[in-house]
């Protein structure tokens, strides 16, 4: 969910601020800032999270499968709010459906 709450919200005020002139190529609605910024956001946020449920003892990780995991679901989540499927599936269902996945797979919780 952090993906969605802070990535997705920082994504939205980066690309409206810096994302005006260079767009991705396969989505005119997006810019490359705003996808940059979801996956630094995300990626930073879930590795805050994932420390803090480590603290309290709810799974042990080693900082590489904390960072791996981190990053691969800051970059799936990032990827599927890029995508022009907006007109289908809404990516605050999406992203976080695809976060949850990559998130079990990536942890094997």
């Known amino acids: 969910m952090s993906t ?3 990535g997705d919200g920082l994504a939205d005020l980066v690309g409206r601020r810096f994302g005006r002139e260079i767009k991705l190529p396969y989505n005119k609605d997006k810019s490359v800032a ?8 995300g990626s930073i946020s879930c ?7 480590q603290c309290l003892n709810y799974f042990s990780l080693t900082t590489p499968q904390l960072i791996i995991s981190s990053v691969g679901v800051a970059f799936g989540a990032a990827l599927v ?14 992203v976080p459906i695809v976060s949850l996945i990559l ?3 990536l942890l094997h919780l």
């Open 4 to 6: 969605v709450c802070v």
């Open 34 to 41: 705003g996808s940059a910024a979801m996956f630094f956001f």
């Open 81 to 94: 709010e890029s995508l022009p499927i907006t007109k289908f599936v809404d990516d605050n269902i999406s």
């Open 103 to 105: 998130g079990k797979v």
């Open 47 to 53: 590795m805050l999270f994932l420390a803090l449920f």
